[in-house]
């Protein structure tokens, strides 16, 4: 399972990697380090598991946010928006395949253009003199 935290403001995506990682300021105690001083020194926590992320802020000065609601601890899904203090993130969930990018509902209608449709398909009245299959109506 590949989790990545993308910066909204811009910047290089960051990978969790570890089961359990630690966030925050000191490079010393945390996994990913974050050099910002509204952000603390340990400021939360990361569990991967199963497929799953969950966030447990560790009594920072400044707090974490799911989707702008301050947090002590929770779930994180896809696309959800995770900030540590100011520093705001999109939460990226999904396979561990390179070049495979996560898709949002409406980008998905964006990329499909309606109007490149011919007619749209009615299995009814699809008539196939080369096939022994014939389409029944259901009850």
Do not use: W, Y
């Not at 590949?2 to 105690?29: F, M, N, Y």
């Amino acid at each position: 399972m590949l989790a990545q935290l993308i910066p909204l403001k811009g910047g290089k995506p960051i990978t969790v990697q570890k089961d359990i990682t630690v966030v925050g300021r000191t490079r010393e105690d945390c996994d990913i380090c974050i050099d910002q001083k509204s952000i603390s020194k340990i400021h939360c926590v990361i569990v991967k598991t199963d497929g799953l992320l969950f966030v447990r802020d560790l009594a920072s000065t400044n707090g974490t946010k799911v989707n702008d609601q301050k947090i002590t601890r929770g779930a994180l899904l896809p696309g959800d928006q995770l900030a540590f203090a100011s520093e705001t993130f999109r939460v990226h969930i999904g396979p561990d395949v390179p070049g495979e990018v996560e898709v949002s509902p409406t980008e998905r209608t964006e990329m499909l253009n309606v109007a490149d449709l011919e007619e749209p398909f009615d299995p009814g009245s699809r008539e196939d003199s080369d096939s022994d299959v014939q389409l029944m109506p259901a009850d």
